[in-house]
């Protein structure tokens, strides 16, 4: 009898536990790439507990070669994803309702960057240039047709083998990705050989966390301890870089990727360096509505959303700047 | 041990570290130069080694590769031909994988509808799998091979392209690259690419087996620096040597390496891994842009030289050692006899002479030393005998001298005064030798009423003139007993003295045959210098024919002198060691500065006249030494002289005696009654000092001679009282005032002034006061 | 020898003649001692026949000599005679006197 009631007490407690640690709240996030740097953040703030001291029980799924995290979070596959503000706009506008948490990145990173010799984007006309056809590619694309840069677009999948071999002219980076393969592609390419986008009048910013709005309306609270802890991770990891590093490239291998440590330090240091306004020179983590409506009338303009979309309706209220 | 390490007192050790620092300096040299050479051609052999080794793996891979370059550009001609039916395509694929084993897979990808019927994509694939062939369509809208850059890179290239490795799809872990050959139509346009896939594993494989040394390793990497073959897994497509480099602290050098490497070259570098120094050797695999490196740590190169060059340091060390202990036993043995010989010669230097020496049995300069030490004894031993007997022999010859001179002192008349009881005579005389036996002599004797006397100079001083001096005394003595006559006398001598004279010695002499009675004076001169005449108070030389000294001539004719003498005169002769005494200048007394001494010493006694002058001659002579023999003998003939003697009792009623004494006396001798007065008061004064302490209040007797002669008068006062010398009384000091004036004192005081001599001579336990005063008569 | 002494208060005259020796001084010392005991302040001492003194005499005329001047005075020699004195200078007492 006393056995009996001994071992009732145990499973009582045991579903005590189990329960108060229910009381975690699942999220599932999808960044938009496998397991690098790039979303450095969010892993340093899984790492470090951020997420759990906010309550959240935060699991990060990649979304594989198929997939894309626009597409995940359509389907309700991820609570929250990370993908570029372009992106973000032109799903809103094809109807997928979602909505701005948290803006990590403040600056664009496109980078044309061009053989040995060539010195300037007029230079490119009439040349090859590889851009990836996986999207995003569009941006570089506006540019040079807004400045009548007669450029040949050459898609490719991945890589900068076609610059290595010489077979284009000039290749559409990522500054905190292929832009570090190419300047270490033995090609000799210099600064004079880079052009970023942001000084081409195309500063238009990139990755940010979004939720549908239907979750945010369910979970707003959940959602923004989600973005003010990945925004914590965010602060640590511009303080601890090499642990960071570390943490990042740990989660890489348990994906099984591997990592190249001087290529992953590149990525944070450039991320961040990305997150930081150029004129107000602080990372504010959130949408600023006049760098928004800039955005908003480029992809107006050049045809990738139909209409307007106004700036609360794209942000959600605790993620406005004020 | 302490011993052994006495660096600065050990003959041995010190010689065995200079030994031992120039052996250690050429071993050093040596091993260094040797070191150093052999360091470089392990260098160069190193390399050469790896230069070799790589250009085999880069040849082979360069031939497999354009193998299958050239294989698959032949195939394409039956691909371009326009009639080939599409699913042909199918078999050729297949064959070729069947075919060459080296092949992985082959694929034919067409421009979008080139067969039309085929649709947008149309690529053929074979692929190995185990044992059989796998043949399907590469392309569909998951695989848009027209962007794959196998197609699409050559197109733009316009080229045959060599892709850059990549993972296989199916495998994973296989890498593979794959060869593109455009393939055109009649045209020459474009329509497509042939492509074979081949495996790296044997690359793979061959480039990880570099490793000539066991740490060293090798890697290939890509047309972009990409590592395609690395000992780390997790770098390979993964990192590039650029990547690398920029997790180096100094990038640049990786940097360059792969920009050369990158860039095609070959060579070699130095880096640094690991913090370990390590030779970078790199070769390019030519055509496809590849390229192979080979990383060899330094340590590992020249293991072999380190571990030779620590043996050879080892033995080199061990070598030294033990040239070190072998030079110091050596050493040591061969400088020990010097150590004994240290010991030895203190011991000799103390006086043991005969101090055994250690035995050296080599025939080399130690036994050199050896006999010339011993040979050094023996002499030590003979002139320390030597010098006994010169010292012993010396001695003898000293005291030998010293008798001599005792001798000759008592050949001449030593005792004054010489005829106390005579009053006719006044004589003194004084030797002085140069040496302890001298040349010099005089000698007299009374005979009767005749005094004989002689005064002469040996020519040269000490023993050889002591000789000739004593002959001539013994002759003067023995020869005026029975020759009578001065010039006989001195013939004779001189006769006696020429014989047999070898050594050409002769004497100067004076001799002389005094009357005591008359005065007269008979006299020949031998070379001698002229004697001083005091007479009637005036001072000259006396006269008298130089001759020759004796001892020259035989028979020489010697001639008699004579002359009278006056009373009281005095005859003073010298040796010319006298007049010729030098001073420390050197400048010599002189005749004339004797005469100025002799100015009224005619009233001093003989003896007191003797006094006077060697004073005044040691004055003249000063530190100088003596040059010659120094004689004098100075004669006061007294023949007519008067004189009384008078005993009194020591009671001071004997002043009144004496007084009337005195003025008889004074009567008898013509003294002129001024003169009385002072010479009363005087002998007052002298007799009252004897009345009074001579006999420390004890009745005595004492006698006072009175006396006087050529106008001189002496008083004598013999007392045998206590010894008293006014003589050397201090005179008071007439200068004070009446307070300060002393009460006694006075009277010697006024004795000495009034006086002109006082004399003051202790012989026989008496007291003899001479007072002596010159008189005018009147 | 003959000695007198004739005191006038502090003064004394001494006449002295004939011979002063060893043998006399004695007795001079005693006619004289008044005066050296006294107070005489003057002495003077009459030596026309003063004929002949020794070393005893001298001394006792020192003392005289002394004695007078540790009172403040002196002695004056009258007539002393070419002999004495010049016995008198080779004493060196010819300063300490005074002569007429």
Redesign the interface.
């Known amino acids: 009898m006393k056995r009996l009631l001994t071992n009732l007490l145990f499973v009582l407690a045991l579903s005590c536990a189990t329960l108060s640690a229910q009381e975690l709240h699942k999220i599932i996030f999808t960044p938009q790439w496998q397991t690098q740097a790039q979303f450095a953040g969010y892993y340093v703030a899984i790492e470090k507990g951020f997420y759990k001291e906010s309550g959240l029980d935060v699991e990060i799924v990649s979304p594989g070669m198929s997939t894309t995290s626009i597409s995940r979070l359509k389907h309700g596959e991820a609570d929250v994803i990370s993908t570029q503000l372009l992106q973000a706009m032109v799903a809103k506008d094809e109807g997928i309702d979602l909505v701005n948490i948290l803006q990590s990145s403040q600056t664009n990173g496109l980078v044309v960057v061009t053989q040995p010799g060539i010195t300037s984007l007029a230079e490119l006309s009439g040349k090859r240039v590889a851009a990836w056809t996986s999207g995003f590619s569009e941006l570089a694309r506006c540019m040079a047709r807004d400045n009548e840069h007669n450029i040949q677009w050459i898609n490719i999948p991945s890589g900068v083998n076609y610059f290595v071999s010489g077979a284009v002219d000039g290749i559409l980076t990522m500054y905190y990705n292929e832009y570090f393969q190419v300047m270490n592609c033995g090609r000799r390419v210099t600064l004079d050989n880079t052009f970023h986008l942001a000084d081409y009048g195309y500063n238009i910013p990139e990755d940010g966390l979004y939720c549908l709005k239907s979750t945010y309306r369910k979970r707003s609270k959940d959602m923004n301890l989600f973005a003010e802890a990945s925004r914590r991770g965010w602060e640590y990891a511009r303080a601890h870089p090499e642990e960071s590093v570390e943490i990042v490239r740990k989660w890489m291998k348990k994906d099984n990727i591997a990592s190249s440590l001087s290529h992953q330090r590149w990525m944070l240091e450039k991320i961040m360096e990305l997150q930081v306004n150029k004129e107000t020179c602080t990372a504010s983590y959130t949408l600023d509505p006049a760098i928004y409506k800039f955005a908003n009338d480029i992809l107006r303009k050049n045809g990738f959303i139909r209409k307007d979309i106004p700036y609360d309706e794209f942000v959600a209220p605790k993620a406005e700047s004020k | 041990m302490k011993k052994f390490f006495k660096i600065r007192e050990s003959f041995a050790a010190r010689t065995s570290m200079y030994i031992i620092i120039v052996v250690g300096i050429v071993f050093i040299a040596t091993l260094s130069v040797s070191f150093y050479f052999s360091y470089k051609t392990v260098e160069s052999s190193a390399m050469k080694n790896a230069e070799v080794t790589m250009a085999k793996t880069t040849l082979e891979m360069e031939r497999l590769l354009s193998g299958i370059s050239k294989m698959v550009d032949n195939i394409k001609l039956v691909v371009e031909d326009g009639n080939l039916p599409a699913d042909t395509v199918y078999l050729l694929v297949r064959q070729i994988v069947a075919n060459n084993t080296d092949i992985a897979g082959c694929a034919v990808a067409f421009e979008p509808y080139y067969f039309k019927d085929k649709g947008y994509y149309f690529s053929p694939f074979a692929y190995r799998q185990g044992d059989s062939v796998v043949v399907k369509q590469l392309g569909n809208p998951d695989y848009d091979y027209f962007t794959m850059e196998w197609y699409q890179i050559p197109k733009l290239l316009d080229k045959n392209f060599w892709t850059e490795p990549y993972y296989d799809e199916g495998g994973g872990e296989s890498i593979v690259s794959t060869y593109s050959t455009i393939l055109r139509n009649k045209n020459g346009e474009f329509i497509g690419v042939l492509t074979a896939d081949i495996s790296l594993d044997w690359l793979s494989t061959t480039v990880q087996n570099l490793k000539p040394y066991p740490n060293s390793y090798s890697f290939a990497i890509g047309c972009g620096g990409t590592f395609i073959v690395h000992p780390d897994k997790d770098k390979i497509l993964n990192e590039s040597i650029f990547s690398i480099a920029l997790e180096d602290e100094d990038p640049t050098v990786m940097q360059s390496l792969g920009q050369k490497m990158v860039d095609g070259e070959s060579g070699e570098a130095k880096i640094v891994r690991d913090d370990k120094l390590c030779y970078f050797f790199y070769a390019p695999i030519e055509q496809i842009g590849w390229s192979l490196a080979m990383v060899c740590p330094k340590d590992d190169i020249f293991a072999d030289l380190s571990k030779m060059s620590q043996v050879v340091f080892n033995v080199a060390l061990f070598g030294l050692l033990l040239i070190l202990v072998f030079c110091r036993l050596t050493m040591q043995k061969v400088a020990s006899p010097l150590k004994s010989f240290a010991a030895s010669a203190k011991k000799v230097a103390h006086g043991d002479f005969n101090v055994a020496l250690p035995e050296i049995s080599s025939k080399d300069e130690m036994k050199e030393l050896r006999d010339s030490f011993g040979y050094m004894q023996k002499e030590l031993v003979h002139y320390m005998a030597s010098l006994e007997s010169t010292a012993s022999a010396k001695e003898k010859i000293e005291s030998e001298l010293r008798i001599a001179h005792n001798i000759q002192q008592g050949m001449i008349p030593k005792t004054f005064p010489a005829f106390p009881t005579r009053t006719d005579l006044d004589i003194y005389a004084s030797l002085d030798p140069a040496k302890e036996v001298g040349g010099d002599l005089y000698d007299f004797y009374i005979e009767g009423d005749l005094l004989y006397f002689i005064i002469g100079d040996v020519s040269g001083k000490g023993v050889p003139a002591s000789l000739l001096m004593a002959v001539t005394r013994s002759l003067f003595r023995s020869n005026s007993a029975y020759l009578k006559k001065p010039a006989d006398i001195v013939s004779s001598i001189s006769n006696a003295i020429t014989e047999g004279n070898d050594s050409n010695l002769f004497v100067t002499l004076f001799l002389g045959i005094l009357n005591l009675k008359t005065g007269e004076l008979r006299y020949c001169n031998a070379g001698h210098n002229h004697p001083v005449l005091l007479s009637d108070d005036t001072v000259s030389f006396f006269p008298m024919k130089p001759n020759i000294p004796i001892g020259l001539f035989h028979d020489f004719p010697y001639e008699d002198e004579v002359t009278q003498l006056a009373n009281g005169a005095v005859l003073f002769c010298y040796t010319d060691g006298l007049t010729e005494a030098e001073s420390e200048t050197k400048e010599l007394y002189g005749d004339d500065r004797l005469l100025a001494i002799m100015q009224g010493k005619q009233r001093y006694s003989s003896k007191r006249q003797v006094q006077v002058v060697l004073a005044d001659v040691a004055k003249h002579v000063g530190k100088a030494d003596q040059s010659d023999d120094l004689t004098i003998l100075t004669i006061t003939s007294k023949f007519s002289n008067y004189s009384e003697v008078l005993t009194l009792k020591n009671e001071?009623?004997e002043?009144?005696t004496l007084?009337l004494a005195m003025d008889s006396f004074f009567e008898k001798v013509n003294v002129p009654p001024?003169m009385a007065?002072?010479l009363?008061?005087s002998m007052?004064?002298v007799i009252?000092n004897v009345i009074m302490y001579a006999y420390a209040g004890k009745p005595g007797t004492f006698e006072v001679e009175l006396s006087e002669c050529a106008s001189v008068l002496t008083f004598v006062i013999t007392d045998s009282g206590i010894p008293f010398n006014p003589a050397e009384k201090e005179d008071p000091d007439?200068?004070?005032?009446?307070?300060d004036?002393q009460?006694?004192g006075?009277?010697v005081?006024?004795v000495k002034?009034?006086m002109d001599d006082v004399e003051y001579n202790r012989r026989n336990n008496q007291n003899i006061l001479t007072l002596r005063k010159a008189i005018n008569k009147k | 020898m003959e000695a007198k002494i004739e005191q006038q208060g502090e003064k004394a005259i001494i006449t002295i003649s004939g011979r002063l020796?060893?043998?006399n001084s004695g007795d001079f010392e005693k006619t004289v001692e008044p005066i050296l005991t006294g107070n005489t302040k003057d002495v003077e001492v009459n030596c026309v026949n003063f004929e002949?003194?020794?070393?005893?005499g001298?001394?006792i005329f020192?003392?005289i000599?002394?004695s007078v001047?540790?009172r403040g005075g002196s002695v004056l020699i009258r007539d002393m005679n070419a002999?004495l004195r010049g016995?008198f200078d080779?004493?060196?007492f010819s300063p300490?006197f005074k002569f007429e």
């Open positions: 001071m009623s002043v009144e007084k001024e007065m002072p009363q008061l007052e004064e009252v007439i200068t004070l005032a009446a307070e004036r009460i006694g006075l009277g005081f006024l002034q009034l | 020796d060893s043998m002949y003194i020794s070393s005893s001298l001394r020192l003392s000599l002394k001047k540790s002999d016995i080779m004493c060196g300490l």
